[in-house]
């Protein structure tokens, strides 16, 4: 962004930067939340789904419903693990000083920052309980995982999110208006001297 700034307007960049440290704020509470909590929300669904069926649980012998657990929580762990590290590669995408490659990838930024996107993480966990002869484990909502994860996801990423993209289109326009070039992305300029 510092080679953006003599083409910008000052109170634009000031607006787009505090923007987008809003925005990673409240995506590092997201990953950090995704980290801790969401694999026990998978694991307390997963609870309730075994306790759904009694009697397929009692048939169940003590070793193979250790066997099962450890399979799920592993499974659940993976998930999880995976799920923070799409984010993390996400949101150092902000980071970019090729504005108009960031505005591209901020609507799948912004699809993938949801809980319908976020709720697939119990998918594995649901493969292995529906082979085993159980129900999925079912996580209806963020407040399965916390009530603060709701308030982050819904309530503070999403007005963030939109704040931040309104002005990365505002910054992408006005540097297009003005015809100046963005700068080139740091693997471009990387290559071009070594030319």
Known sequence: MIAMASNLDPGLLKELTEAKGDLA??????????????????????????????RKLEEMKEGDLDE????????AMGSAKELAGLYVRLLGKLGTEYIGDLVKELEGIGQLFRWERISRASKPVNDILDRVGFGPADLRGPSDVSESFKLELEGKWVPAFERFKALADKTAEQLSKKGMPEPLPARERKSSRKR
């Open 25 to 54: 704020r409240h995506g590092v509470a997201i990953v950090r939340t995704v980290e801790t909590e969401l694999e026990p929300a998978i694991m307390a669904a997963v609870k309730d789904s075994l306790e759904a069926s009694p």
């Open 68 to 75: 099962l657990l450890g399979e799920l929580r592993k499974a």
